[in-house]
């Protein structure tokens, strides 16, 4: 069994930047993908960026690309989520993800097998 664990979150002002960290240990062979997702109160968990962890291609939602940027260190199997210029609409609960899929539908929940705790970013304005 693999755990995700994230941290890095807390409250920002809009335009200041904050950087996630998601740590896996444990089974963690055979993940393909690592992803982030976010959820505000009262509306459905989305996708926010994604990296395929052997080749470093990555995918964004438009509302953060430009701004948010998606790495990973495969020595330490730790995903990061930096973000920049952020806005109250980037407040939610961060969540990062994994699968062992294919890079096909990266932005779908569905294709993760685990899933990190959250951690809680506030953007004030």
């Known amino acids: 069994q693999a755990q995700l664990v994230e941290s890095g979150g807390g409250l920002v002002q809009a335009g200041d930047s904050l950087r996630l960290s998601c740590a896996s240990s444990g089974r963690t062979f055979g993940f393909n993908i690592m992803g982030w997702f976010r959820q505000a109160p009262g509306k459905e968990r989305e996708f926010v960026a994604a990296i395929s962890w052997s080749t470093g291609i990555t995918e964004y939602a438009g509302s953060v690309k430009d701004r948010f940027t998606i790495s990973k260190d495969n020595t330490n199997n730790t995903g990061y989520l930096q973000m920049n210029n952020m806005k109250p609409e980037d407040t939610a609960a961060y969540y990062c993800?994994?699968?062992?899929?294919?890079?096909?539908?990266?932005?779908?929940?569905?294709?993760?097998?685990?899933w990190g705790q959250g951690t809680q970013v506030s953007v004030s304005s």
């Open positions: 993800a994994a699968s062992t899929a294919g890079w096909n539908m990266v932005s779908s929940k569905t294709i993760y097998d685990y």
